[in-house]
């Protein structure tokens, strides 16, 4: 069964304080009356040792003086201590009978409160065969009712305690016979009943304390343990986050014990953990970043080889076939032999092409491509372009329109940058329709000059307005070769926009489609 530790460190605290109450009780219920027995003993002997010292020198005339008596009552009533002092055959001097004082003598008293220990062998005896039992004092003198002993100790200086029934009072009595420096007898007694009274008060007082203690134990636990468990319950609640990746949690524990200790080192591992597994999850989305790309390459490289072979195949077909028919003079006439002899060049020339860019893509690609930029106008190079053009574009009945700035400086490679204009057009005559419109637009935008071709025709899929730009890639793979193209111009103006650091793009608009170039105006 679940129990928390607030629970077990309150009830170890209250059960240690109840035993320890309850040990207590029984040890002062055992012991404090012999305690209270043994103290009186010593308060009784130095009584003694002090009357001895207020005696010393002094004779029987001396307790006919006031001053004498006074000090004696005085000591008496301090200490609470009843004093006899006299002979042993009775004759009592101190404290004085009523008439004393009018001249009577000394007489001995009726009851002799002292003990003649000559006979202390038999008392021995008597003791140790009746324990517990009323002995007969058979050493009081004529007849004198005895007392009823019920133990008694005999001091190295031949003084004895007592504990005997006072026959007077009928009450328990410890007494102390001493024997003084000028050969009187001293007894001092003490009642029982104060003692045992005051083993029972304590008692009861004890009792009450350990009630009392108990309680406020028990209270004093109950909020020492919850302020001590409080520390370890928030650590459990974090450490409880951080079994759950959840680092954005700290402790806030200021003590500089080993709980304050704990927590800093809860809060260092929480702060390395979630470092540790940031860095894990950005190389493992690096790692799977690479993967990807890696797994592309190869899917690039796959149909790139693919492409190749496709793009070699029927160039290579055609120019061995006309080839043989050239060996095996089926040509016989001069424009046949001639018309096999242009479909070679031809194809041959698609195949020159073809292999020139595929070595500057690879250039391209592989980071030897260099770029060298110039200021030069970019309107002029459009204007020498589009004179290139005009015989395919008269060819094929097409109209051309210029629009934007006539002088424009930028800061470019021209060579490269002609070839990416030159490869957009191919690809608008490639791709235009029966309205045969294409336009080419410049304008300037903040520090870019913008260049875009337009041209009349389908829009491109949505699903293939990033894939375009791929080698050999082409949206209408049946009617490629029929319109010329080999799926290797749009990724070379990629390559050669990225090594200028330059944006380019493609968008669908009304009745056709548009390709932009941007290109860095001339500072």
Known sequence: MYRSIRVRLFLYMTVSIVIFA?????????????????SKKHSLIQVSKELNKVLEGKSIEDFNDDELIYTLDRLEKSTGTAISIGKMDGTIYYPQRPG???????????HNPFFILQQEQEFGQEEKTEADTDTTNELNYKGVPPNKIRSWEIQADSSVFIMTKDPRFMIDTLRYQFQLDNGL????????????????????????????????TAIWALFISGRFTRPIKQMNRITKEISELNFTQALHIQSEDEIGQLSQSINHLSSRLAKAIRELDNKNKQLENDIDR??????????????????????????????????NNIAQ????????????????????????????LSQMESGMFSIRKVDFDIAHLVTEIIQKFEPSFAEKDISLEVQGFNCLMVNADPVRTEQVLVNLLNNALNHINAKKIIRINIEKEEDKAKISVYNKGLPIPVESLDKIWDSFYKVDKARARNIGGMGMGLSIVKAIQNAHHNEYGVQNVKGGVEFWININLAK
């Open 333 to 360: 006439d001069k424009d046949k032999k001639d018309f096999y002899c242009d479909v070679i060049i031809d194809e041959t020339s698609k195949m020159d092409l073809l292999v020139k860019d595929l070595v500057d």
């Open 185 to 216: 007898m001293l007894s001092t007694w003490v009642p029982m009943a104060e003692i045992t009274e005051s083993a029972s008060i304590s008692n009861r007082f004890t009792s009450v304390v350990a009630i009392l203690t108990i309680l406020i």
């Open 100 to 110: 004393f004082l009018e001249g009577e003598s000394f007489k001995r008293n009726e």
């Open 294 to 327: 890696e797994r592309k390459l190869d899917k690039m490289r796959r149909e790139f080889v693919s492409s190749v072979t496709h793009e070699l195949r029927t160039p290579i077909f055609l120019i061995q076939g006309y080839a043989e028919g050239l060996k």
């Open 22 to 38: 309850v040990l207590l009780f029984g040890v002062n219920s055992f012991f404090i009356e012999k305690y209270y027995i043994n």
